[in-house]
């Protein structure tokens, strides 16, 4: 099985900032990466799939990037609704995995 | 409009089996672009996924979980199922079902999960 690995595990950012997360594969999974986000409470959210394509309705704030074993996500300019956690996901092959999740906290 | 609903018995006992369904409603669960999952989350950590299934009946299934998780499809109910046997209390999480979509990227036919149920909570306790 393919192990995903998130980083950091959790920050702090102000309203404006950009900011990066990472997740890392234990082997490449070419292209086939998603980004969700998730709310207390909430089931999570498909914000990016395909490594960078963005979901219909999802703010263009977010960018996605990466390819083969090392992604990122970018929220260009932090909002206090980003608050949550953020876990990518792979499906390059049947056997699904999540990271283990980013939490951002908008200060 | 696509809805996923999860439906279950709230409190298992251990060693007892788990039992929950799907129920999919604004579209059919014959689609042979779509898989149907299933992703459970523990009080306090992150997200595991634990099996996908095809209308066709093919699945697939999380390694860790695989000797003790059952899932099926009920094509004629529009709905599928996930059993956990011999649960345990790490067994105690939310449970989601989710669409795993094949939409199409740059890279190709891609597969993410685009369409969530509000989740159903598990409590495993004699």
């Known amino acids: 099985d393919i192990q995903m690995t998130q980083s950091p595990s959790s920050l702090s950012a102000s309203v404006g900032d950009r900011v990066t997360v990472t997740c890392r594969a234990s082997?490449?999974?070419?292209?086939?990466l998603n980004w969700y986000q998730q709310k207390p409470g909430k089931a999570p959210k498909l914000l990016i799939y395909?490594?960078?394509s963005l979901q219909s309705g999802v703010p263009s704030r977010f960018t996605g990037s990466g390819s083969g074993t090392d992604f990122t996500l970018i929220i260009t300019s932090l909002q206090p609704e980003d608050s949550a956690t953020y876990y990518c996901?792979?499906?390059?092959?049947?056997?699904?995995?999540f990271g283990q999740g980013t939490k951002v906290e908008v200060k | 409009q696509l809805q996923l609903q999860e439906s279950g018995p709230g409190l298992v006992k251990p060693s007892e089996t788990l039992s929950l369904i799907c129920n999919v409603s604004?579209?059919?669960?014959?689609?042979?672009?779509?898989?149907w999952g299933w992703v459970r989350q523990s009080p306090g950590k992150g997200l595991e996924w634990i099996a996908n299934?095809?209308?066709?009946?093919?699945?697939s299934l999380n390694p860790s979980l695989q000797s003790r998780v059952f899932i099926s499809v009920d094509t004629s109910k529009n709905q599928f199922s996930l059993m956990v046997t011999s649960v345990t209390a790490a067994d105690t999480a939310v449970y989601y079902c989710?669409?795993?979509?094949?939409?199409?990227?740059?890279?190709?036919?891609?597969?993410?999960?685009?369409?969530w149920g509000k989740g159903t909570t598990v409590i495993v306790s004699s």
């Open positions: 989710a669409r795993g979509f094949a939409g199409t990227a740059a890279v190709g036919t891609a597969y993410y999960m685009d369409v």
């Open positions: 604004g579209g059919s669960i014959n689609s042979r672009r779509d898989y």
């Open positions: 299934i095809h209308f066709s009946g093919s699945t």
């Open positions: 082997q490449s999974v070419s292209r086939y």
């Open positions: 395909a490594a960078s």
């Open positions: 996901q792979q499906t390059y092959i049947t056997q699904w995995s």
